[in-house]
């Protein structure tokens, strides 16, 4: 079975930091795209930012650029997001997702993991 399990999340002060973790198994992480969606409370799911498969290139929503990095480890079958000057407006629950192809614009994934829970107070 695939399975995403998605880790890092807690609440910081704005300004702060988090790191999400992203462990992948039971496919083949190097031929997979990685990224990490959000979903706040009455709104719909959105793109943060992905990680391709090789050659390797990261992509960033234009509300996270500058702030947010994403990163892969191929031997630990991991994805990393350092998210650091945190706002209020990223409070979302954020998501991993998987799949050949993933565009941040479209909220579809072959597959994804559960949520993991991020509050940034002001």
């Known amino acids: 079975d695939v399975q995403l399990q998605a880790s890092g999340g807690g609440s910081v002060q704005a300004g702060g930091s988090l790191r999400l973790s992203c462990e992948v198994s039971?496919?083949?992480?190097?031929?997979?795209?990685i990224g990490w969606f959000r979903e706040a409370p009455g709104k719909e799911r959105e793109g943060v930012a992905m990680?391709?498969?090789?050659?390797?290139?990261?992509h960033y929503v234009d509300a996270v650029k500058g702030r947010f990095t994403i990163s892969r480890d191929n031997a630990k079958n991991t994805v990393y997001l350092q998210m650091n000057s945190l706002k209020p407006e990223d409070t979302a629950e954020y998501y991993c997702?998987?799949?050949?192809?993933?565009?941040?614009?479209?909220?579809?994934?072959?597959?994804w993991g559960q949520g993991t829970q991020v509050t940034v107070s002001s």
């Open positions: 039971g496919l083949l992480f190097v031929d997979y795209t």
């Open positions: 990680i391709s498969r090789r050659p390797t290139s990261a």
């Open positions: 997702a998987a799949a050949k192809w993933l565009e941040l614009s479209i909220p579809r994934s072959d597959y």
